[in-house]
């Protein structure tokens, strides 16, 4: 944990989580990886590199994609979930993938040249998101493509979830929010700046929904702490989390239709474009 600041750092919580980070049975990160790697196309003998692979989520699509010869670097700054990564490209017996500790913000050791350039649902934690851009669009070769995913709209239900979490979260964290409705993260068009900023071409926008089924409050609650949403559970007071509970539970019961699952649906920006040549 870090001592200056009393709360851990987007590494420490992200090392925390590996182990149930995308476990919990309900299918999102995958699915959000996977559509990503879609929309980049990548072919047969390419170069990719995936920038806070997680546990792989597009890591192993990039590296399915471009065999037979192609090649993927993924890397992370959470030393767990490079190791995860690592074990699962290994029981998938795929070729050609190194995953490695690094800092988004200093991919110094990579030296570029990259065909595709993928990373979902990481570039909002860094600080100095468009000078961050900028280095990874300069890891492309001239044509290379670039894609990146964030969130779109979430529906009134997860609205009225992540509220119940505000009365109790620091100004530096509620800005941090994936989900803020300000800044270049706020918008298909303001992420389409950013990109034009960052000298990236072919800008383009592609959202798409996802649906995160939850049996019951305690579904959500396993899957919330398996995510970086976990930070801000630990700003609930103890006293305030049972009736916290029960106000989810209470939103997640109205998403139910004919006695199914809570739902919850997110749709996802792909944000994409390409070095120009
Ligand atoms: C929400 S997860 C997304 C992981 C994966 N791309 C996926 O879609 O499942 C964010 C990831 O970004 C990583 N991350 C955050 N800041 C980073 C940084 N400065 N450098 C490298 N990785 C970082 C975290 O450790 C975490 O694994």
Redesign the pocket.
Known sequence: MSADQGAPS??E???ML?DV??QTGVEF??P??AGLVAELDPRPGERCL?????????TLPLARAVAPGGSVDA????PA?VAATRSLVEQAGLAGVRVEV????DLAGYDGGYDVVA????LF??SGPGDVLRRWAGKLRPGGRIGL?TFGELDEATQAIDDLFVPWQPQAMLDARTSGTTGPFGSDAGMEELFAAAGIADVRTVVRPTTLEFADVAAWQRFMMS??QRAMWRNVPEEERPGFLERAAAILEGTRVDGGPGRLVWQMRYTLGARPS
């Open positions: 987007v590494a919580v992200f090392d590996a980070y995308d990160f995958q959000v990886g995936d920038i806070g692979c997680g546990r792989g989520a597009a890397v992370d700054v959470a979930m690094a800092d988004a913000a990373s979902s649902l990481v934690f860094l995913t995510t970086g």
